[in-house]
């Protein structure tokens, strides 16, 4: 038997009925692209093509790639990967010398599949040289506004959810939301150097009535809150900038100058959708290799497994100057502008969906 969906459950996608269909979705997406290249284009960015195979796919604990191997004219392996994101390969071309880039990338993330996740998608990420992740704040308003003209559509909706593009962006740092939509001081189990403290922590969900269990960790309880009481929030009305994220919580961010427990790390929400992560970027390659130790120590613990650290990325690091930089999830972005309600149908060709 196939491990793949057969007709026989569902029509396939590049059926003449469904392909019709799906086909205005993808019309806007194509020129949604190409609004956002001549976006870019106006201001002064160079398109750069980053290679999809790399020696590590990232260094988060959460983040699951696929594997595969070189083989060497005498047939020797060495291990490579998809790469989930074009970051470390973008950082070495500014450490190069370029100061303003942009890439739409295929990138590849294993473990998720559903109407906002798909295991192949495409990745816009942009960096500037010099200036801060503020800036990078504007982009992702003016990208809204953009994607909403190019496309026609007067406002954003998804599952019930409704975001005017054309509305500023309300901007709210976790802390604040913590305490607005969950009644939580997250920042009480934040030390100074940006340590957590899990049971500080576990005591401000006990005391709002939240449920604790004793194997969570520090990381596990932020998640929990965030995923369950903040999130559902975001992005109704207006788009929200939710910034200034626990260092812990963002491991390829520099601190802030002004709270050291918090990173330089935003994320743009529209209809309750996380659309864009961006970061003012470390330069630190020592900081950074201690925050890729302790997350693949992590995923040890957690999965079983590890990724290898790039070095040639750690040594770029030491030599790139400070950027911004930020990576919005492309499909996503179209799927709202044009009202699809899953990220395959603004994909022209889907990738297999393998069978449960």
């Not at 026609?152 to 599952?159: A, D, E, I, L, V």
């Given at each position: 038997m196939s491990l793949f969906r057969s007709e026989a459950r569902s029509a396939p996608w590049w059926t003449p009925e469904n392909h019709a269909d799906r086909r205005p979705f993808l019309m806007g997406r194509n020129g949604l692209q190409t609004a956002l290249r001549g976006f870019f284009g106006k201001a002064d960015f160079i398109e750069v093509d980053t290679a999809t195979l790399q020696v590590s796919p990232g260094n988060e604990t959460h983040l699951h790639a696929f594997a595969t191997q070189a083989l060497t004219i005498d047939g020797?392996?060495?291990p490579l990967y998809l790469h989930t994101s074009p970051e470390f390969a973008a950082k070495k071309l500014l450490a190069a010398g370029e100061k303003r880039i942009f890439t739409f990338a295929h990138v590849y993330r294993n473990r998720e599949r559903g109407p906002l996740h798909h295991p192949e998608f495409t990745m816009l990420e942009w960096y500037r040289v010099g200036e801060n992740y503020e800036q990078l704040m504007a982009d992702c308003a003016d990208?809204?506004?953009?994607?909403?003209?190019?496309?026609?559509?007067?406002?954003?909706?998804?599952?019930?959810?409704k975001t005017d593009p054309f509305a500023e962006p309300e901007i709210v740092t976790l802390a604040d939301a913590f305490l607005r939509y969950a009644g939580i001081d997250l920042l009480s189990s934040v030390q100074?150097?940006?340590a957590t403290d899990r049971d500080a922590l576990a005591a401000e969900l006990t005391r709002t009535g939240h449920r604790v269990s004793d194997d969570d960790t520090w990381a596990d309880l932020f998640s929990k809150v965030l995923v369950d009481k903040i999130e559902p929030h975001l992005g109704q009305g207006r788009a929200t900038i939710l910034c200034e994220y626990p260092i812990s919580e963002a491991a390829l961010a520099r601190p802030s100058a002004r709270d050291p427990r918090v990173a330089e790390r935003f994320e743009l929400y529209a209809c309750g959708v996380e659309l864009a992560n961006a970061f003012g970027e470390l330069t630190d390659a020592a900081e950074q290799r201690r925050r890729f130790e302790h997350d693949m120590a992590e995923k040890a613990r957690i999965y079983g497994e590890t990724y290898p650290i790039d070095e040639d990325f750690l040594s770029a690091l030491s030599i790139?100057?400070?950027?911004?930089?930020?990576?919005?999830?492309?499909?996503?972005?179209?799927?709202?502008?044009?009202?699809?309600?899953?990220?395959?149908?603004?994909?022209?060709?889907?990738v297999a969906e393998v069978l449960p």
């Open positions: 020797r392996a060495a990208m809204l506004k953009l994607a909403a003209e190019t496309t026609g559509t007067k406002q954003f909706s998804f599952r019930g959810m100074t150097d940006g790139m100057p400070q950027a911004s930089g930020a990576a919005l999830g492309f499909d996503r972005l179209a799927m709202l502008a044009t009202g699809a309600t899953s990220i395959d149908q603004v994909m022209w060709a889907p």
